[in-house]
């Protein structure tokens, strides 16, 4: 079944960095977008950076400079690069994967990830 698996999440101090990972199966990995969400306590679920297949990327203006997307196809994972990390960028961070034409839309369970002093 498909299976979208967060990790890399923790603690964190001001200025920190993380990396997160998450491990795709179940479907084709490599024609599917990939994104990251975020959804802090009390706020909406908003999305942090998506990678299309063709490797194109954009993030939300919030984390432009501080975070980087990548995929590696041959392994079915996607990352999130977090630098300069905010006390605002506290959140649980999401995977999710969509190709529009076969009308998929799937989601990871997320991982925490704090920033505090």
């Known amino acids: 079944q498909v299976q979208l698996v967060e990790s890399g999440g923790g603690l964190v101090q001001p200025g920190g960095s993380l990396r997160l990972s998450c491990a795709a199966s179940g479907f084709i990995f490599s024609i599917h977008t990939m994104a990251w969400y975020r959804q802090a306590p009390g706020k909406q679920r908003e999305l942090v950076a998506t990678?299309?297949?063709?490797?194109?990327?954009n993030f939300a203006d919030s984390v432009k400079g501080r975070f980087t997307i990548s995929r590696d196809n041959a392994k079915n994972t996607v990352y999130l690069g977090m630098n300069s990390l905010k006390p605002e960028d506290t959140a649980v961070y999401y995977c999710?994967?969509?190709?529009?034409?076969?009308?998929?839309?799937?989601w990871g369970q997320g991982t925490q990830v704090t920033v505090s002093s």
């Open positions: 990678i299309t297949s063709a490797d194109t990327t």
């Open positions: 999710n994967a969509r190709r529009p034409a076969l009308k998929t839309d799937y």
